[in-house]
C-alpha cells in the first residue's frame, strides 16, 4: 500500500507540473491497477478531476469534454449513465460528480464503509456543510474497485440523513405544471424511503388512512411546501443511539424536530415532532 500511495503521489506531482497541458488520468490507472482500497480510488479520481477542470485560463469542462469517460475508475455502466444525462438535459445545473453549482478549493475522503454490495466513501468539500457519497463495487471478487454512482449528500451522521431526507421530500413535491401534482405522502413514496424507520412509516400510513385526512403535512409540519429546510442544531444523547434535528424552513418563524435512531448502525428518522 505505501508503494502504491507513493505512486500515486509521484504521478499526481508529475501533472502539476505541466502546467496548462490536459492531466491524463494516469493517477487513476495506478489506483484501478493496485486493486487500492475503495477511499483511494475515490480520492486518485477527485484529485484527476479537479486538476482536469483548473482555474483561470487554464479552465476545462469535463462534462463538456466528456472527459470522464478516460477514467479507469469509473464503471462502463456509471459512464453511460452520465452519457445518457448530458445529452437528455438542455441545461446543467450543476456538477453530478461534485454535487455543486461551483468548484470546491479541496475535498477530504473519509473511511469507506463496506455494505452488504459494495462500499461507501463520504467525501466533504471545502464549502461548508457540503458532503457526498461515492457508490463503489468490484465486478468479480480481487477485482479493482470502479465507482458505480455519485449520491449527494450523506447519511452516516444525524444531520446528514435529515439533509438527505428532506432534500428528497422536498424534490419529490416540486411540480413542473405537468400531470398530476406530485405528493410523496399521497402516492406512498415515503414508505419506499430507506431513512424512516417501519414504525414512523406505519404511524404515517395510519395518519393517512384516518377519516378527515390531515391538516397539515406532518413530516414538514405546514400546509404549503417549502423551499428548503435547514438543520439548525443536531443534540446526540448520551447513549449514543438517539438524536434531535432542530429544523427549521424557508418559511418564517417556522420550526419543529426530527428525532432519530442508530439502527444496526444507521440513523433513522423514527419521528417527526411539530410544535
Given at each position: 500500500m505505501a508503494k502504491t500511495l507513493a505512486a500515486l503521489i509521484a504521478s499526481l506531482m508529475l501533472i502539476a507540473a505541466v502546467g496548462s497541458e490536459v492531466p491524463s488520468p494516469a493517477g487513476?490507472?495506478?489506483?484501478?491497477?493496485?486493486?487500492?482500497?475503495?477511499?483511494?480510488?475515490v480520492e486518485a479520481?477527485?484529485?484527476?478531476?479537479?486538476?482536469?477542470?483548473?482555474?483561470?485560463?487554464?479552465?476545462?469542462?469535463?462534462?463538456?469534454?466528456?472527459?470522464?469517460?478516460?477514467?479507469?475508475?469509473?464503471?462502463?455502466?456509471?459512464?453511460?449513465?452520465?452519457?445518457?444525462?448530458?445529452?437528455?438535459?438542455?441545461?446543467i445545473?450543476?456538477?453530478p460528480f461534485l454535487c455543486a453549482q461551483d468548484v470546491p478549493q479541496s475535498f477530504a475522503v473519509e473511511e469507506a464503509r463496506m455494505l452488504d454490495e459494495g462500499a461507501e466513501v463520504v467525501v466533504r468539500t471545502s464549502f461548508e456543510g457540503h458532503a457526498l457519497t461515492v457508490l463503489l463495487n468490484q465486478e468479480e471478487e480481487?477485482?479493482?474497485?470502479?465507482?458505480?454512482?455519485?449520491r449527494c449528500g450523506e447519511i452516516r451522521t444525524p444531520e446528514?440523513?435529515?439533509?438527505?431526507?428532506?432534500?428528497?421530500y422536498i424534490g419529490y413535491n416540486q411540480w413542473d405544471g405537468q400531470g398530476d401534482k406530485p405528493h410523496a405522502l399521497n402516492d406512498g413514496a415515503y414508505r419506499d424511503n430507506p431513512l424512516l424507520t417501519a414504525d414512523f412509516v406505519a404511524e404515517l400510513d395510519e395518519l393517512l388512512e384516518a377519516p378527515g385526512g390531515l391538516l397539515a403535512d406532518p413530516i414538514l409540519c405546514a400546509q404549503d411546501i417549502p423551499w428548503y429546510v435547514?438543520?439548525?442544531?443536531v443534540q446526540v444523547a448520551e447513549s449514543g443511539e438517539e438524536a434531535q434535528a432542530l429544523l427549521s424552513s424557508s418559511f418564517e418563524r417556522h420550526s419543529w424536530a426530527a428525532e432519530?435512531?442508530?439502527l444496526d448502525g444507521q440513523w433513522l428518522i423514527a419521528e417527526i415532532a411539530c410544535r
Open positions: 487513476s490507472r495506478q489506483a484501478q491497477e493496485s486493486a487500492a482500497a475503495p477511499e483511494v480510488v479520481f477527485y484529485t484527476w478531476y479537479l486538476d482536469y477542470i483548473g482555474s483561470g485560463e487554464d479552465f476545462r469542462n469535463p462534462m463538456v469534454d466528456r472527459a470522464y469517460r478516460e477514467s479507469d475508475l469509473l464503471s462502463a455502466d456509471f459512464i453511460a449513465e452520465m452519457d445518457e444525462y448530458f445529452e437528455s438535459v438542455e441545461f445545473p450543476g456538477d480481487e477485482a479493482p474497485w470502479l465507482i458505480t454512482d455519485i446528514g440523513v435529515v439533509k438527505s431526507f428532506y432534500t428528497w435547514r438543520v439548525e442544531e432519530l435512531v442508530l
